[in-house]
């Protein structure tokens, strides 16, 4: 089975770093994405990690441990517009080719001024 | 470049109906999905297609079928809706296992 756990909600202040944990426990890991989600729209995509390490795209920031079982998005100078659910999503191979993206609750962020 | 498109956008169904829930991709991608959402759940999904006319299940798969005979549509269908059907369905599509998901809008139904 897979198990995957990220905070319910945060709040932080404009203009601050957050970071937002996630971890994970699965079989046939084959990486791991972060979605931002606003009320009432669909997810899109924010980062992917496969190897351990740091992706840094912009203000977002994006950690990866395989051996800890372990991620952080990390969002810089916050804006606003940065309220939203963060949602972490493993990919895992489940056998002959397939590949799909299991997610955690997600992660309720709240910016305020 | 419209991306993935759900048809319809809101539906309301009386227990026991039937509806189909479309999804279109003009990207030319393999992998499909269909997930549901809801509040305190997280995306869940239903079934997924890795091509043309391969369809498999997911973690929820039950009450729902889903068929994939062109490659940029996979259809969602509920053959006799349920209460707890009620719930945002979101597709999604990707050109490989390591890429993302480009989803769709989200189709927001209510079975009464």
């Known amino acids: 089975g897979q198990n995957i756990d990220q905070p319910t909600e945060m709040t932080a202040t404009e203009g601050a770093i957050v970071q937002i944990n996630c971890t994970y426990q699965t079989s046939g890991f084959n990486g791991l994405f972060w979605y931002q989600q606003h009320a009432g729209e669909a997810p899109t995509f924010l980062s992917y990690?496969?190897?351990?390490g740091l992706e840094e795209k912009g203000r977002f920031s994006s950690f990866l441990s395989r051996s800890k079982g372990y991620s952080y998005l990390l969002l810089k100078e916050l804006q606003m517009k940065d309220s939203a659910s963060y949602l972490c999503?493993?990919?895992?191979?489940?056998?002959?080719?397939?590949?799909?993206?299991?997610f955690g609750k997600g992660t309720k962020l709240s910016v305020i001024p | 470049n419209a991306g993935v498109t759900q048809t319809p956008k809101f539906r309301v169904l009386k227990t026991g109906q039937s509806m189909t829930l479309l999804c279109a991709q003009d990207?030319?991608?393999?992998?499909m999905y269909w997930y549901r959402q809801d509040p305190g759940m997280g995306l869940r999904l239903i079934h997924y297609?890795?091509?043309?006319?391969?369809?498999a299940k997911g973690e929820v798969p039950d009450g729902y079928n889903v068929s994939r005979l062109k490659k940029q549509n996979f259809l969602l269908g509920l053959e006799s809706a349920a209460p707890s059907q009620t719930s945002v369905y979101f597709c999604?599509?990707?050109?490989?296992?390591?890429?993302?998901?480009?989803f769709g809008s989200g189709t927001r139904l209510t079975v009464v």
């Open positions: 297609s890795v091509g043309e006319g391969t369809t």
């Open positions: 990207m030319n991608h393999e992998y």
């Open positions: 999503a493993v990919s895992r191979n489940s056998g002959a080719g397939s590949y799909q993206l299991t």
């Open positions: 999604a599509s990707r050109t490989g296992v390591n890429y993302g998901y480009t």
């Open positions: 990690n496969v190897l351990d």
